[in-house]
């Protein structure tokens, strides 16, 4: 297995490594600083996410603009140029640390799909277009849709306070802020709820420093009042409605509240609401270690902080849990998508306020609706393309769609590079995208 030495992880990279894309903004320092404990690699930093999205998309952009590619029209190979492309920037991606990248897209007159290098770690099993992986914060554009049902069922409002819905939610929301923590702010990130998936790992480390022991510990088991107490510890960011900062725990409560309100657990209910009727028959969410199918089986690489490469078999989505368990592959996540946006899981105008951004000029998120952000589409100026990003500690991914899903684009590898500063994935990501101009 390939052996790549990179700058140590440091205090800025390790707060872009979990359920997001990793990457310092433009102009950022890049100097190593201080290497962080182990358990900061749980930390999410949205302005290094947004950014790292949409550098590919601008990118994307400048090259649509200047016709510095070959559209399927345009070329004399026709479409086999552009899926030959395609094959090419996946293979250019699994040649660096990654270990496999899959990716898919859709438009007209061209539906593609590929993969490139192998499902495990030790290089066994070539990586296939229809393999699963874990999508992790992509689960949010699901749960969202699941909480959006019971709104047009009339189980609640957006306006609804989370402690009317949660109880256990009081121990976590200060006193003041009772009446106004509403769903809607938690699927915002507008709500002031720190993330807790850092103190969440940290309370079962002795050793803050090791490497070896924050990997073991991320395969223990997380209840929910273990995600409550780790909610707790955190102080609060922010009054409601005031500020935006992404928050994994929020999505946490959410889920809390869709089993208080309909008796059923979220693996359920994803099954019967989203899975089954968008047609993702290959999707789960898991709530137990290991793989079900052919699977990129996820590692991260840590340099010199650790023991280099590990293996992540044993990693217990319950860590994540409704803000990023499910497993799903790129033809199920635009079946999702497809099924989102047209209006065949929540009403059309639902679906309107799903797209619609609450947090337009953020410093630290895109332009984020209900569980689902967008992004310039750089095939038509002034248009959007909508969908969320993802990332476990050994896998990376994302999912756009434009509008009447006519156009879409999904990328994801696993064998995450956890002290690079870079952004693997855009480099499968830009050609993907000009594809659909």
Same mark, same amino acid.
């Given at each position: ?174 006193? #003041? =802020?009772? &009446? +106004? ?9 507008? $709500?002031?709820?720190?993330?807790? @998936?850092? /103190? ?53 409560l959410l889920g809390l509240a869709l089993e208080h309100a309909t008796g059923q657990s ?17 999707? #789960? =969410?898991? &709530? +137990? ?9 996820? $590692?991260?690489?840590?340099?010199? @902080?650790? /023991? ?34 047209t209006g065949d899981l929540l009403e059309p105008e639902t679906v309107t306020d799903v ?57 994801? @590898? ?24």
């Open positions: 297995m390939r052996r790549r030495m990179r700058t140590p992880l440091t205090v800025t990279t390790a707060a872009a490594l979990a359920l997001g894309l990793g990457a310092l903004p433009a102009g950022a320092d890049e100097r190593p600083q201080p290497s962080a404990p182990p358990s900061a690699a749980l930390d999410e930093d949205r302005s290094s996410v947004a950014q790292a999205v949409a550098d590919a998309v601008a990118e994307a952009e400048r090259r649509a603009s200047a016709r510095t590619f070959s559209a399927p029209s345009e070329t004399s190979g026709g479409d086999d140029a552009v899926t030959d492309a395609l094959d090419q920037a996946l293979a250019d991606t699994a040649a660096g640390v990654p270990i496999g990248v899959v990716g898919r897209v859709d438009a007209p007159g061209l539906h593609w799909s590929g993969a490139d290098g192998a499902r495990r770690l030790d290089g066994h099993g070539p990586a296939r277009s229809q393999d699963r992986f874990r999508v992790a914060s992509n689960t949010k554009m699901m749960v969202s849709t699941l909480v959006l049902q019971e709104v047009e069922k009339g189980t609640w409002t957006l306006d609804t306070p989370v402690v009317d819905v949660v109880p256990e939610a009081a121990a976590v929301v200060p006193d #003041a =802020y009772e &009446d +106004d923590v509403t769903l809607e702010l938690l699927l915002t990130h507008r $709500a002031g709820l720190p993330d807790h @998936l850092s /103190a969440l790992a940290a309370s079962r480390m002795t050793d803050p420093e090791d490497y070896d022991e924050f990997f073991d510990v991320l395969g223990e088991e997380y209840t929910a009042a273990d995600h409550l107490a780790a909610m707790d510890d955190q102080p609060w960011l922010f009054e409601p409605g005031t500020d935006a900062s992404y928050s994994n725990a929020g999505y946490v979220v693996e359920r209910l994803l099954e019967k609401r989203v899975f089954k009727p968008a047609g993702m028959r290959h999707s #789960a =969410y898991p &709530d +137990d270690p290991g793989y079900r199918g052919p699977f990129l089986r996820e $590692a991260a690489y840590t340099g010199d @902080l650790g /023991a280099g490469w590990y293996g992540l078999d044993g990693f217990d989505p319950s860590l994540f849990g409704s803000a990023g368990a499910v497993t799903s592959t790129t033809e199920d996540l635009q079946r999702f998508t497809e099924a989102l946006v797209l619609t951004p609450r947090t337009v000029g953020s410093q630290t998120l895109p332009d984020y609706g209900l569980g689902v952000y967008r992004l310039p589409d750089p095939c038509e100026e002034g248009a959007w393309l909508y969908g969320h990003d993802g990332a476990s500690f050994g896998t990376l991914s994302i999912t756009l769609t434009s509008p009447d899903a006519e156009r879409q684009v999904t990328v994801a @590898l696993t064998g995450r590079d956890l002290t690079s500063l870079e952004s693997d994935l855009n480099t499968a990501l830009v050609p993907a995208l000009l594809a659909t101009c």
